[in-house]
């Protein structure tokens, strides 16, 4: 069953604590993405990566780090230097390669509550 | 800098009705567009998608959109909504290029459709 898949849905820790969301897709796409969603405010881009071992910041990366050591695999951290870090996270991916016409697929969100 | 506006943050039908949700974009080049579909508890959702051709798109569940280039809309109908339809809409737009969206997937804020029964 190909898809993506982000765990946990709903994610608690402690004000300034580290935390790693675990973003995973089988659909063997070379592009991955990292959004974050808040209650009227849409989706905004926080990193994006196009090929493994390469990524690039989006809108809103201050706070965030990522990696990409796997095609499948795109991991966000919300570090401690993120001010408002409690929102909902999205992770999607595409076929990527430079594609103009090039459609990005979610996940299903992880929630993240910083106490 | 482009941006997505969404004209309506929440709109209230009665089932039957028909629906228009409006959507503009700023961004003077080519575009490609995007209706995204968020149901309550369910990941996010392509409803449809135009890239280019006939600027008359159908998407799933009897949605289809219209994009009209002199105005930057790309706005989403449905002619008779049903109660599970209700869900939040994002429309979303990215330039198009030699060279792929490069990850620059601009998203309106979203429109709540509830739909009474």
């Known amino acids: 069953d190909g898809g993506i898949t982000q765990s946990p849905k709903y994610l608690f820790r402690k004000e300034g604590q580290n935390v790693t969301l675990s973003c995973e897709q089988n659909?063997?796409?070379?592009?991955m993405y990292w959004y974050r969603q808040d209650p009227g405010q849409g989706l905004r881009l926080i990193y994006y990566?196009?090929?493994?071992?390469?990524?690039q910041k989006g809108d809103i990366a201050e706070g965030y780090s990522v990696s990409r050591e796997k095609k499948e695999s795109f991991p966000l951290t919300v570090t401690s230097a993120q001010k408002n870090p409690t929102a909902f996270y999205l992770c999607?991916?595409?076929?990527?390669?430079?594609?103009?016409?090039?459609?990005?697929?979610f996940g299903p969100g992880t929630r993240l509550t910083v106490l | 800098a482009q941006s997505v506006s969404q004209h309506n943050h929440h709109v209230i039908l009665s089932e039957a009705a028909s629906l228009e949700l409006g959507c503009n974009y700023s961004?003077?080049?080519?575009?490609?567009l995007f209706w995204y579909v968020q149901y309550p508890g369910q990941h996010l959702q392509l409803l449809l998608k135009?890239?280019?051709?006939?600027?008359l798109v159908k998407g799933i569940k009897g949605f289809e959109a219209e994009f009209i280039k002199s105005k930057f809309s790309f706005n989403l109908r449905k002619p008779s909504v049903q109660w599970s339809d209700t869900a939040e809409y994002f429309c979303?737009?990215?330039?198009?290029?030699?060279?792929?969206?490069?990850?620059?997937?601009?998203f309106g804020k979203g429109t709540k459709l509830s739909v009474k029964p």
């Open positions: 999607a991916s595409s076929r990527g390669s430079g594609r103009s016409s090039d459609t990005q697929y």
């Open positions: 659909l063997n796409h070379d592009a």
């Open positions: 990566s196009q090929i493994v071992n390469d990524f």
């Open positions: 961004y003077g080049g080519t575009v490609n």
């Open positions: 135009y890239f280019s051709g006939d600027p």
């Open positions: 979303a737009v990215t330039p198009s290029f030699y060279g792929g969206s490069q990850g620059n997937l601009i």
